[in-house]
């Protein structure tokens, strides 16, 4: 019996962070969909707007660092033209690429 109460009160414990954990994975999961969506828009306005400000990117042994949308944007104006899946040096956009998506994920409690 002391175990089926604690047992009870252990689970009734975690319901609220069940409850937190999935309504932070849901705030995730639409702000991955905003990005997605406005990368695939192919306009830069669109895309620098689903970003966080200061926006910091690792690529290409650089460090790039943008402090508004409106930076970003103009930076990045052209991106479009640079999607390939090649991705070789001066690549333009492959006429078979329509968009990027990302395979669905899920997550499990333990």
């Known amino acids: 019996m002391k ?10 414990a975690c319901v ?16 991955m969909d905003d990005f ?3 990368f695939n828009s192919r306009g830069p306005g669109t895309w620098a707007a689903s970003l966080n400000y200061p926006h910091v990117r690792f690529a290409s042994n650089e460090v790039r660092i943008w402090n508004t949308a409106d930076e970003f944007a103009q930076n990045n104006a052209d991106y479009a ?7 070789a040096p001066g690549a ?13 994920v899920r997550s499990a409690g333990v």
Do not use: N
């Open 3 to 12: 175990l089926a109460l604690v047992s009870a009160l252990c689970l009734a």
């Open 16 to 31: 609220p962070s069940f409850a937190a954990d999935t309504k932070t994975e849901i705030q995730a999961r639409k702000a």
């Open 36 to 38: 997605m969506t406005a």
């Open 81 to 87: 033209r640079g999607l390939s899946p090649s991705r």
């Open 92 to 104: 333009r956009l492959d006429p078979s690429w329509d968009h990027t998506s990302l395979p669905v």
